[in-house]
């Protein structure tokens, strides 16, 4: 609907917004930041009327998804924002990441799928808003580590953020992650045993899931057993988000399976 998509334009202005406060004025930002983001939030609700009005939650389409993960990324990173103030110079780098997803939902169509009746179970909610989490958490560390990694390589960040302070929160982050990962892999087996009688069919979405899974535990388990270099954390982070990020917005869209769409 038009009204979706005009609440979504204004969101993405308060994004903008709030990235351009962050960087012209990164010492005196906390209360027009929050009273912005809570505003993008806001108006981001209109996925919860969109699903009220369809009567499915937001599962199936590139719009609905991406609607959908900027309301669950913008309010879990603005839960941590508040909650861990070393967190906060971290404000430019997800505000980037949140206007693009902003901008390529704007660009994608607004239509409806019908869910399939099989797939419509507690289980699957479960599901979502686990993997949800896990994104938000595993967005808001890579955003630490490439901060990080930008100070070290060009001291743009010197007097906000240090590795004897900052470094372990990254790690943190992805531990918290990594326990919401796991529970999405869990309840979307369940889920599937219920829609299609097995826990698990190797169809793209779910082998890509199973990867980042992978990625994200053998990095963590780099992390306790060896004594990485710093920088070399952060770009392991960096690129288990990537890989991520490709499963949730790319995958599903590309494949021909039934998990196609399903997120």
Not at 1 to 8: F, T
Not at 76 to 86: D, P
Not at 238 to 244: I, L, S
Request: charged share 10%; hydrophobic share 60%.
């Amino acid at each position: 609907m038009l009204s979706e998509q005009i609440a979504l334009g204004v969101a993405l202005t308060c994004f903008a917004v709030v990235l351009l406060l962050s960087v012209a004025r990164p010492a005196h930002q906390s209360l027009s930041v929050a009273g912005l983001m809570v505003a993008a939030m806001v108006l981001l609700t209109g996925i919860i009327l969109r699903w009220d009005r369809i009567g499915q939650g937001p599962f199936l389409t590139m719009f609905e998804v991406l609607l959908s993960n900027l309301f669950s990324l913008s309010l879990v990173y603005a839960i941590l924002y508040w909650r861990i103030e070393r967190l906060r110079p971290t404000l430019p780098i997800i505000m980037s990441l949140l206007i693009l997803l902003a901008a390529w939902a704007l660009l994608s169509p607004p239509d409806t799928l019908l869910l399939p009746p099989t797939f419509n179970h507690p289980w699957l909610w479960l599901h979502v808003i686990a993997g949800k989490l896990f994104l938000a958490f595993c967005m808001s560390a890579a955003g630490l580590a490439i901060l990080l990694l930008l100070n070290q390589s060009y001291d743009i960040a010197s007097t906000s953020v240090s590795t004897p302070t900052h470094d372990p929160i990254v790690w943190k982050l992805m531990a918290v992650a990594f326990i919401f990962h796991s529970f999405m892999l869990i309840a979307g087996a369940v889920w599937a045993h219920d829609a299609w009688g097995r826990y698990w069919s190797w169809d793209p979405l779910e082998t890509w899931s199973l990867l980042t899974w992978l990625s994200l535990a053998i990095v963590l388990h780099l992390r306790l057993t060896f004594r990485l270099p710093p920088a070399l954390g952060w770009l392991l982070v960096t690129g288990v988000f990537a890989v991520a990020f490709l499963t949730f917005f790319g995958v599903p869209f590309v494949s021909m399976a039934p998990h196609k769409g399903a997120m």
